[in-house]
């Protein structure tokens, strides 16, 4: 836990300050040692809030991006269930840090609970299973509604990059290579790609709220469904486009569909 009150204010662990936990009001004690990340802990053994988790140095630095009055938002739904949110923004949008593993129930609730909800998963753990390789058009172009793409696999070179049939070939099921449209591919490119992911967490797959996976670079890799066919595929989004637009926008699922210039 990153905050506690101390003096009816909203403050980070300090060595010895002694402080009140936001949701169950009970006695928590700044643990500051060397070798951990500096937080409250409760001075009994309990966990007031059961989604909680161990937080790792980089859960902490997804929280530090945003300012200091969206991070760990308690939340109260009508029937009186309490949660603390990881991150909130002013506009409504939850963000949930997430690098630990869990269970579809626990996921289902908290997507049920919160409703305007973005996951940000951890993917260092398993990055290397997960491949990314040839550009997508933009789903919504007239060029994506006449290619049909054979899914990548990482056990099928030919297809990594990119075998598609033409709707306008009229049903001759003629394989095509990406050489043929590579150009109008690029120009069309709006951040879709195919990937292969061995052994996939599937929790993030059957996920009902937006996924975006952060692999430690500059930007994050949102699941997605490419257009109106059943193809999965990613889209990559700038870690600073999302960090506006997490502020901007008050639907989850508008992040990243508008682009207009960010101020640095």
């Not at 002013?90 to 593993?101: F, N």
Request: proline share 5%; glycine share 6%; net charge negative.
């Amino acid at each position: 836990m990153q905050y506690a009150i101390v003096d009816n204010r909203k403050s980070e662990a300090a060595k010895g300050l002694e402080g009140t936990c936001p949701i169950c009001k009970s006695t928590v004690i700044a643990k500051c040692g060397p070798r951990v990340i500096h937080h409250w802990a409760h001075t009994v053994d309990r966990t007031c809030d059961p989604w909680w988790e161990n937080e790792t140095a980089w859960h902490r630095q997804w929280k530090n991006l945003f300012p200091e009055d969206c991070r760990e938002i308690t939340h109260t739904a009508s029937d009186g269930e309490i949660h603390r949110a990881d991150i909130k923004t002013p506009t409504g949008i939850v963000i949930e840090v997430q690098h630990s593993s869990m269970s579809d129930k626990e996921r289902l609730s908290r997507e049920s609970f919160y409703r305007n909800l973005v996951w940000i998963v951890d993917g260092t753990p398993f990055s290397e299973s997960f491949e990314t390789y040839h550009f997508l058009p933009d789903p919504k172009s007239d060029l994506a509604a006449d290619l049909i793409w054979t899914k990548t696999r990482r056990d099928a070179p030919g297809t990594h990059k990119g075998l598609f049939f033409r709707r306008s070939d009229g049903g001759t099921y003629q394989v095509h290579g990406m050489d043929e449209v590579k150009e109008m591919v690029e120009a069309s490119y709006v951040g879709h790609m195919q990937y292969d992911w061995v052994r996939p967490r599937q929790i993030w797959l059957d996920a009902t709220c937006p996924v975006y996976i952060d692999f430690g670079d500059e930007f994050l890799v949102r699941l997605e469904i490419y257009g109106e066919s059943d193809l999965r595929c990613i889209r990559m989004i700038a870690k600073e486009k999302f960090l506006h637009d997490a502020m901007t926008e008050s639907a989850a699922t508008a992040i990243a569909t508008r682009f207009y210039p960010i101020n640095s």
